[in-house]
């Protein structure tokens, strides 16, 4: 395959718009935290009256580009400039006095006051010393009918749906004069009608002049709404593009495609052979869940390992999640060995030598105020239960072995977990299970948002304990790690399985083709 | 726990001092010396024990013995707010078991006979069960959040014991119960022999037993707690039948203090200096790691408190205001933001990195212990300590 686009020549102004100074101007943003670069010298250009949406997956670096610009985050190198002006905000109260206004997926507005006080909350009309109630009214009607939205100015804003919240939380940013709207994945949570709705506030307010940063992860909906983009992969910049330029398959490539450098040379391993009729090590048939992921068929056999392989929100991590008992299936039957159990929670998984690397490292993995020593030997412990502990010399023993394995740094077990990078928390979450000696791994994005130095450890780890035959499930977003690693693909779209792969006759181009359209059904 | 290895772990170079100053426990043992020195100077003879009929008396005695109570609640309270939780209900607990056993033994064929008061035990102490089983229930199963859960059994509980006690104050004269209310074993007052007993055991059961690493774990993280596999929902509701059966047994040892179970007043705001214990202990509301030892030095504080300010003879009044002052003292002393100032102005020169709290580190392995940047605990207002929530 052709090497990776390096950062494209930026795509001009929209044709929309005859402007040619953008209002917004980010360059060579760089964010560093402990242990891993957020952002990596992205830039990016809104213009004055267009839609430019964000793209990237999951720990891309979207929403940290966005809190550097309406400044939640500091960064550590570049400049923003608002209409040809350097600034640098410090609070996201400063980004939207100079008229940035940020709406986000969760509305973050008073859901106990009335619309009209939400609308012109801190800025409210005053006259003699007093809130001026009815000139606030007024106001938040004028500001209303702008948008063509029929909402009671006087109604409670709880009292309405989440898309309508939102649009009342739009309205607050017109009032507020915004020059620039963020929209951090407004949609995830509205209906096709909410949809359509939001999208005609967004177009009268393009025609406005606004320039509206769109953050999704809907392509329908990207490419109905949005006139360029900006597409970010592991902290940094990889293209900027007219919308209409940019075909579907190559914005998958560009979010998923491919490593830049530094992994290639890491060998593939030899494919393992399953021997006819062998039984899996765990077989899913007809396993779903409402609204989650569409019944689907997954098998594992030893010393295989299964890659899941999709968009975020096509039910990769969903389907995960299942085969755990982490969150119960509404259908289907799972069989370990060929015989039938039931993943009713964590535990009973556990029992059936399960183990499961959640995608939410910080949420659902690290105990951050415990020892490092403490955090390997969680799930084991939970396992002999609390009237057995480990003896602390064997403990000991078992915790250093595993640091050195896996090369844990600091080694030091009595580091508290939360002062580790995440690499270093990924493996330290990793020795968690293997200590449980289990026979079949679940891991959920495990090379997410660490650095590359313990990705590369973590995948020649996975290939290791396949071949000593343990079967592994390893879910990423990243096309060709999941290309290398696995022995067959599992590709899934809008919450279906679309296709079941042998990975050595895979291309990156027919997997990235199915995520996209999902045409060739199994 | 933290005991680990000393080769394997590469020591800051601040060390021991240094570490011991950043423990919460140590300024709370230092109030508690400064206390202690204040009477030594102001109270001449707050010191002096004497031994009679080889009973020991004497103010230190009168403390160990009057935060029984207390201390006893206490120590379960520390495992509840380990788990993130809270229980309000305890005085609530306390007044019913105090009415229960009471109201039986009054109303006993024979109130005297040591069957009546077996019998008044047992009900109260498994009343206090049931009552700790529906806030475990209500936090655990139902999921509703710990301090509503358990106000709901502060302010029904009053009236509850008070419809036992038909509004009452039951007095009763037993002699089990005189021997639990000013009886010594082994020459010390019997409820401190019993909050010795209850403490020992609670400390063997959580650190000699995984039972200590698996509560902080869910107190820390519940979701990553059971992904691991751990039965948080069982550990929670544990913790809550516990600190209530705890509670029950201090009701029945202020009711056998005053012969009188009176369900108005009887541990009435005990739920408050339990938190205070355990929070002047240095563990942190919001959950996960905990301190026995730091919370029997909390008590320990609260109660030496009142014992000077009434040995001062000064009015009762003034014991609120002392504990007040006090407290915020201790507060202020562990505040994240204080120490680092304290820190600062001790140093003017050393830039050292522990002192920079929350910057970005150097890639690569991250300074060993970093001070902790002050936690924002939803409820609170963020950059105050969470512990100050509970003065109000």
Redesign the interface.
């Known amino acids: 395959m052709s090497p990776a686009p390096a950062t494209e020549v930026p795509a001009g102004p929209p044709a929309a718009s005859p402007a040619s100074e953008p209002v917004v101007a980010m360059t060579g943003i760089t964010i560093?935290?402990?242990?891993v670069k957020a952002l990596d010298d992205v830039s990016l250009r809104l213009f004055p009256g267009e839609v430019h949406a964000l793209m990237g997956e999951n720990g891309a670096g979207k929403s940290t580009l966005i809190k550097a610009l309406t400044g939640v985050y500091p960064y550590?190198a570049g400049t923003v400039t608002l209409a040809g002006v350097e600034q640098r905000f410090t609070s996201p109260a400063d980004a939207q006095a100079a008229g940035i206004s940020t709406v986000y997926q969760e509305v973050n507005l008073c859901p106990n006051l009335t619309v009209t006080e939400n609308i012109v909350l801190g800025r409210e009309p005053r006259r003699r010393g007093s809130i001026d109630k009815r000139a606030s009214r007024e106001r938040a009607r004028r500001v209303l009918a702008e948008l063509h939205l029929d909402i009671d100015p006087r109604s409670v804003l709880g009292s309405h749906p989440i898309a309508v919240q939102q649009l009342v939380a739009i309205a607050r940013a017109v009032d507020t004069d915004a020059r620039v709207l963020v929209l951090d994945e407004p949609t995830s949570s509205l209906d096709a009608g909410e949809v359509a709705e939001l999208f005609r506030v967004v177009r009268s307010l393009r025609e406005r002049g606004v320039a509206i940063l769109f953050v999704s992860h809907f392509l329908e909906q990207v490419y109905e709404i949005s006139d360029r983009m900006t597409v970010l992969r592991n902290g940094r910049l990889v293209g900027e593009h007219r919308t209409a330029d940019l075909p579907r398959t190559e914005l998958v490539r560009a979010m998923i495609g491919r490593e830049l450098a530094t992994l290639e040379d890491l060998e593939r391993a030899a494919p393992r052979p399953v021997e006819d009729g062998a039984v899996p090590r765990l077989s899913a048939s007809g396993l779903g869940r409402r609204g989650a992921v569409e019944p689907a068929d997954v098998a594992v056999h030893a010393g295989r390992v299964v890659g899941l392989a999709g968009l975020l929100g096509s039910g990769r991590t969903e389907l995960t999640r299942l085969l755990?008992g982490?969150d119960r299936a509404t259908a289907g039957r799972v069989e370990v060995d060929g015989r039938p159990v039931r993943l009713r929670s964590?535990?009973s998984a556990?029992a059936q030598g399960i183990a499961?690397l959640?995608e939410d490292r910080k949420?659902?993995?690290?105990?951050?105020?415990?020892?490092v020593?403490?955090n390997v030997?969680?799930?084991l412990?939970?396992?002999?239960?609390?009237?057995?502990?480990?003896p602390r010399k064997a403990g000991?023993e078992m915790v250093?072995r595993y640091i050195r394995a896996l090369d844990v740094?600091?080694?030091?077990?009595?580091?508290?977990l939360r002062?580790?990078?995440g690499g270093n928390q990924q493996k330290v979450l990793l020795a968690?299970w293997l200590l449980t000696e289990p026979r079949l791994l679940l891991l959920d994005e495990p090379t997410r948002g660490i650095?590359i130095g313990a990705k590369a450890q973590i995948q020649e780890l996975v290939a290791r304990l396949a071949s000593e035959g343990m079967s592994v499930v390893f879910v990423s977003a990243e096309l060709e790690e999941v290309l290398r690693i696995c022995d067959s693909v599992v590709v899934l779209r809008d919450r279906h399985v679309v296709a079941d792969l042998d990975a050595s006759d895979t291309s990156l181009d027919g997997v990235v083709d199915l995520i996209a359209r999902g045409d060739t059904r199994d | 726990?933290?005991d680990?290895?000393a080769a394997?772990?590469?020591r800051p170079a601040t060390g021991l001092l240094d570490r011991a100053r950043r423990s919460p426990v140590l300024w709370a043992v230092a109030a508690l010396g400064v206390l202690l020195l204040f009477n030594a100077v102001a109270n001449p003879g707050f010191f002096s024990l004497r031994i009679q009929d080889g009973h020991l008396f004497g103010n230190l005695v009168n403390v160990v013995k009057n935060v029984a109570p207390v201390l006893l609640i206490a120590v379960g309270m520390t495992l509840v707010i380990a788990t993130r939780g809270i229980d309000l209900s305890v005085g609530a607990v306390l007044a019913i078991s105090g009415s229960v056993a009471f109201t039986i033994v009054e109303g006993a064929a024979d109130p005297s006979s040591g069957a009546t008061a077996a019998l008044a035990i047992g009900v109260a102490v498994a009343a206090g069960l049931v009552l700790g089983a529906w806030n475990g229930f209500l936090v655990s199963v139902v999921g509703i959040q710990p301090i509503i859960a358990t106000l709901v059994l502060m302010t029904a509980g009053r009236g509850i014991a008070m419809l036992v006690t038909d509004g009452n104050i039951v007095t009763a004269e037993n002699p089990v119960f005189d021997w639990l209310g000013g009886g010594f074993l082994l020459g010390l007052p019997v409820q401190v022999v019993i909050t010795a007993l209850v403490l020992l055991a609670v400390g063997v059961f959580t650190r000699?037993?995984?039972?200590g690493?698996?509560i902080?774990?869910v107190g820390?993280?519940p979701?990553?707690?059971?992904?691991?596999?751990?039965?948080a929902r069982s550990i929670t509701f544990t913790v809550y039948v516990f600190v209530a059966l705890v509670a029950a047994v201090a009701g029945l040892m202020v009711t056998a203090n005053v012969s009188a179970a009176d369900a108005n007043r009887a541990g009435l705001f005990i739920e408050l200096d339990a938190i205070l214990a355990v929070v002047i202990g240095g563990t942190s509301l919001a959950g996960?790691?905990y301190s026995l030892t730091g919370t029997v030095v909390g008590a320990l504080i609260l109660q030496t408190l009142t014992t000077t300010v009434l040995t001062m003879g000064l009015p009762d009044e003034y014991i609120r205001l002392f504990k007040a002052v006090v407290i915020i003292m201790v507060f202020l002393l562990q505040a994240p933001r204080v120490r680092a100032a304290l820190r600062r102005r001790r140093r003017p020169g050393a830039a050292a990195p522990a002192g920079t709290a929350g910057s970005?580190?150097t890639?690569?392995?991250?300074?060993?212990?970093?001070v902790r940047p002050p936690v924002p605990v939803p409820g609170t207002v963020p950059g105050r300590s969470a512990e100050q929530g509970v003065l109000r």
């Open positions: 560093q935290f402990p242990g550590d755990f982490a964590p535990r556990i499961f959640s949420g659902e993995g690290v105990v951050g105020d415990l020892t020593r403490d030997l969680l799930a412990q939970a396992r002999r239960g609390w009237l057995r502990p480990i000991d250093a740094r600091p080694a030091d077990p009595g580091a508290l002062n580790l990078s968690r650095d | 726990m933290t680990t290895p394997a772990r590469p000699r037993t995984a039972l690493v698996l902080e774990a820390v993280n979701a990553a707690a059971r992904l691991a596999g751990v039965r996960g790691r970005p580190a890639p690569g392995p991250v300074p060993p212990e970093p």
